[in-house]
C-alpha cells in the first residue's frame, strides 16, 4: 500500500496554493508544515510538496523517466466535473479537452489536469477505471 508521495516544487507557496486546494478538495487535511515544505493526508496515505535546498534544477517534465502523473479516485462523474469547473481559478488546466471525460478510453471516466509546474493529475470517477 502507498505510504505517501513527495513532489519536489520549484515554488512552495505556489504549490501549496495548487496542490492544496485540489488535495483538500479530495477530502485531504493538512498534516505537515516546515520551512520548505506541507503535506496533506487522507487515512494512512499523505502527499508532500517540498521545495527542497537540496534540489537540483527547477523544471519538472511529466515526459521524462520518472513521475509521469497522480491519479486519485473521485467520486461521482459529477464531482469530477466540479472539479474540472474550478480548477482554473486554482491554476490547474484540463487537458485533452477534446477527448474529456474519455481521454483514457471510453469506459474511463476522468479528468487529466496539469498545473502551473507540469505536474498532472487524473481523476477518475469512481468505478468508472475501465
Known sequence: MLHHVELWVPDLSRAVREWG??????GCQTHQEWEHGRSWRKGPTYVVVEQSPAMRGTDHDRMRPGLNHLAFQVGAPA???ALVGAASAHGWTLMFPDRHPHAGGPTHYAAY???TDGFEVELVAAGRSG
Open 113 to 115: 489536469l496539469v498545473n
Open 21 to 26: 486546494w485540489l488535495l483538500e478538495r479530495l
Open 79 to 81: 464531482e469530477v466535473e
